[in-house]
């Protein structure tokens, strides 16, 4: 009796670490598809006039600031990593991810027929690296070469 | 009674758990209840979650494809077999009303062939109907000074306590072909900043407008090289001598309007004949630039009305739409030497999470 108690509670315990790892395997992909979709959001927002000459970008500690928010000058997109955690933020509105150990973001220019792209890379606790490519909505007329 | 050989006497180790070790089947029973329900909230999850990353698989899947569909309606307009003119009845159209593969509806839409409220030059809302348009206690110099301190602006919304909302969406745009000759000089000089970061470079330009505009000449393509300097590869062809509507698709108001305004002092002659004749030709066929100049036949400073109207449209809007989203293009026309090309300037992309057709 005492044996097959103990081979219960083994198989109980170990069930309950393994169903843990694969909660937290979980929450990291359901942080890392709520990430995507607010970092899309914002950065698709982010709508440059066709009259200007390029983009506006600030480097700020940790991250970026992006203006031309709805087409607007003055108005931004902040995505920055600060002590474990990645911050979108946009007109008083902002999303905080946590279970990070680093992150990293950067804007590639545009290319034929693309808009520019905000990429973003992610590093959690548990060495799992996750990747976000989010374009912008709107950019400038193009420079033509004559 | 000797027992009967058919009724089995129990052994002790194939007795059901009871009495004194009722309490261990209990515990059992407990344990095994709880892994079923571990089991059972675990599979909720991960079914939720599956179907989260399923749901946002498909809809990368669903803009990549409404994408590639609104592409191919731009690869259509690109091969125009007729470009010196755009009008209702290029091929474009019936490839747009037919729609794409698996139910893919499609939109086009020309944006530019408004006046532009962010370029023109108020003087036109002043001296035709155009300035019946406005609402109740708005004036042209009120547009303009609201423009200089805060425009141009990216969205016609910007407008919208100028013009009531149905005027505002049919007869403007902010999608406006820049035309040196016709638009105002403060928005070409702030362009001009805006395009190159040299504020005082910007005000020399200005003042060079202001000296075509004093001697009330036309600004040609010969003397854009002149005028833009060093950045020429930044202004042209944002900035160009290219007439800024289509009267292929043209307001009526817009069109009337235009062909009213007293261009160096005079309106033009048969304005209201040469309006009429326009809107008449387009139900029935495409105005060429042939049929436009040989119509309006303009001469000295009244040739300033064809650089406001053309037959060209500079920026469209293309929809691709199925029943759980739809991309929005905005691709605008890049004149070139032999010839036009496009590029995309707004992509967008809007998903439709309940299914909900519309």
């Not at chain 2, 593969?101 to 108020?122: E, H, M, T, Y």
């Not at chain 2, 040609?220 to 944002?238: A, C, E, V």
């Not at chain 2, 900035?239 to 009213?260: K, T």
């Amino acid at each position: 009796m005492g044996t097959l108690l103990l081979v219960v509670w083994a198989a109980a315990s170990g069930g309950v670490r393994a169903l843990g790892r694969v909660t937290k395997s979980i929450e990291r992909s359901v942080e890392i598809l709520q990430a995507d979709e607010a970092v899309r959001a914002a950065v698709a927002r982010i709508d440059v006039p066709y009259w200007v000459e390029r983009e506006k970008i600030e480097s700020r500690p940790g991250g970026l600031r992006i203006f031309y928010l709805d087409g607007n000058p003055s108005k931004w997109v902040d995505i920055s990593f600060e002590k474990g955690r990645l911050s979108v933020a946009e007109e008083g509105h902002r999303v905080v991810f946590g279970g990070l150990a680093g992150a990293s973001v950067r804007v590639a220019p545009p290319h034929a027929g693309a808009s520019p792209v905000v990429i973003l890379t992610l590093r959690f606790t548990d060495e799992r690296v996750a990747t976000i490519d989010a374009p912008f909505g709107g950019y400038p007329y193009p420079i033509v070469e004559q | 009674m000797r027992p009967s050989e058919d009724t089995p006497i129990p052994s002790s180790n194939s007795r059901p758990l009871r009495d004194e070790e009722g309490g261990a089947s209990v515990l059992l029973f407990a344990v095994v209840l709880f892994l079923a329900a571990g089991a059972i909230g675990a599979m909720a999850i991960l079914s939720t979650t599956a179907r989260a990353v399923r749901q946002g698989s498909a809809l990368a899947a669903n803009r990549r494809m409404l994408e590639r569909a609104a592409r191919s309606v731009l690869a259509r307009l690109a091969q125009d077999p007729t470009p010196g003119a755009d009008s209702a009845f290029d091929p474009i159209w019936s490839y747009v009303s037919a729609g794409g593969a698996s139910g893919v509806r499609f939109s086009l839409s020309d944006l530019s062939s408004r006046v532009d409220l962010n370029l023109v030059r108020v003087a036109l809302f002043e001296e035709t109907k155009l300035g019946d348009l406005m609402l109740p206690g708005r004036t042209a110099a009120g547009l303009r000074q609201y423009r200089a301190d805060k425009g141009p602006f990216k969205n016609l919304e910007a407008y919208a306590k100028w013009f009531p909302p149905a005027v505002l969406h049919n007869d403007f745009t902010v999608y406006g072909n820049i035309n040196v000759n016709t638009t105002f000089e403060g928005v070409l000089s702030t362009v001009f900043a805006a395009r190159t970061g040299d504020a005082p470079a910007s005000e020399v330009f200005r003042t060079q407008i202001r000296r075509y505009l004093r001697q009330k000449q036309l600004i040609g393509s010969s003397d854009l090289r002149g005028l833009f300097g060093l950045y020429y590869p930044q202004l042209y062809p944002l900035m160009n001598v290219r007439p800024q509507i289509n009267v292929n698709f043209v307001p009526e108001a817009d069109l009337r309007a235009i062909l009213s305004y007293p261009y160096g002092g005079h309106p033009l002659a048969k304005g209201r004949a040469i309006a009429d004749a326009i809107l008449a030709r387009r139900r029935t066929g495409e105005v060429s630039e042939q049929y436009l100049t040989g119509l309006i036949h303009a001469t000295g400073e009244q040739r300033l009305v064809l650089q406001y109207l053309g037959v060209r449209t500079w920026f469209w809007r293309i929809g691709a739409s199925n029943h759980t989203g739809s991309v929005g293009l905005v691709v605008v026309r890049i004149p070139g030497q032999k010839s036009d090309s496009f590029a995309i300037l707004e992509d967008q992309f809007s998903a439709d999470r309940r299914g909900k057709k519309g």
